[in-house]
């Protein structure tokens, strides 16, 4: 199987109301060819909201990397970067 | 057997009325359960006031433990009688069932004749007359089994259609097979039914009733349960024996909260998996969990499911029908008889940031909400804080 860039967005209370409702359309946004490298699910509360120093929420974690404050752009923007990185072949760096 | 009774009154007012001259009150004690139907002679306030006075007299007698003989001897003895036609001011008819075995007593002061439902046939439990105060009263006994259904109507309901549509209404014996075969259908609660009657006998008045129709449905079904486990407990020690404790619960289980979701995977050795087609702007996603007949999100779900409840007025059909959280949860609260909420206490800390633009610090003040409107609402509902 190949790898894809692994993509959970948190769907717990607080990241639900601080935005990650927002977040459920990525998938459709992605370019196509990009699209098939990407595995995007939801996942329960991680806990992250609890520790100041992870951020706010909501919270989006890809390929073990966790991003705060996620919005559309930022997150589409690192989901294009790292499955860009895959596509090229340079997928030494990629991973948890 | 644990039977459970599900009760459902309805009541169409007479075209051009303000109030409805039928009345029904019910009554749940520890030991017995009391259906009263009353129908004050003509309509309109009088009536209504005359229906009350008879239902609350019966209610409150028969609470208080007096005999049903009693009871009755006490109303037909008092109630006033027409100067012109020579009838009481109200008629009534008394079902009381006693929990310990089921049994039953229906006393009919002239009222239609009760439906009584086995096995989705009309049968016609035999009916004893004894004469009390000069009047004919009904009496019929017995015992009730799961599947039955009775209905309590009043005389608006076999009039239905009365020179409108029908020369003679509706009828005893067509609103019987109506009944009948609606039963067919398997309904899954009372109202179903009765919802179906009223529904009809409006239709055959032609949207203006001629006169007030009032119907009592009572399913004999068995009594669903349904566990929520919500919030993660205080001390996690205790974690385990918890969840060991909800999942062997009887009945259906639920769970409200991501992270108490996650607690419960860890012990049925399994992952939460979360459906992103069901989240929406308002309501987070489900998941799925082993053992689990349902896991949403905790405070904001069960805050939209309590606005949901209140919107539909506790009728399951009037429910939303797309599938999310606070929809889903809100079936199973409705399709349940005896709710327990295992309330977890441990708070998370972030949930009292100021940032969040939702009060959801609270969960114990939700679920007293909760607990009060269901509990309004004829549900059996008990609460443990862990």
Known sequence: MSKKVQVQICVGTACHIMGAADLVVIEDLLNPSVRQKVEIVGVTCMGLCKDEANGKPPFVVIDGETLCEATLDKVLARIEQRARRLIDGGAGDVGA | MELFLDISELSLKKHGESVCGDQVRTARTPDKTIVVLSDGLGSGVKASILATLTTEIIIRM?????????????????????????????????????????????????????????????????????????????????????????????????HAGLGVKMNFGWGWDNVAEHVEQRLTDRPQCAWEVTRNVLAQTHSLYGGKPGDDASIVGILVRRRNRLVIFTGPPLERATESAIVERFLESQGRKVVCGGTTGNIVARHVGGEVQVDMKTVTPEVPPIGELPRVDLLTEGIITMSKMLELLEICDFNAAALPSRRDGAVLLAREILNADVIHFIVGQSINEFYQNPDLSKHISIRKNLIREIVFALNQHGKEVTVEYC
């Open chain 2, 62 to 158: 028969l609470k208080a433990d007096v005999g049903l003989a009693d009871v009755v001897e006490t109303v037909v003895g008092t109630l006033p009688v027409c100067r012109v036609r020579k009838i009481a001011y109200s008629t009534f008819v008394v079902m009381e069932i006693l929990h310990a075995d089921h049994s039953y007593k229906i006393v009919n002061f002239d009222s239609p004749e009760t439906m009584f439902f086995r096995r989705d046939r009309l049968i016609r439990p035999e009916r004893r007359t004894t004469r009390i105060h000069d009047k004919d009263i009904f009496v019929s006994q017995g015992c009730l089994e799961q599947g039955d259904f009775i209905c309590l109507i009043s005389d608006g309901i076999l």
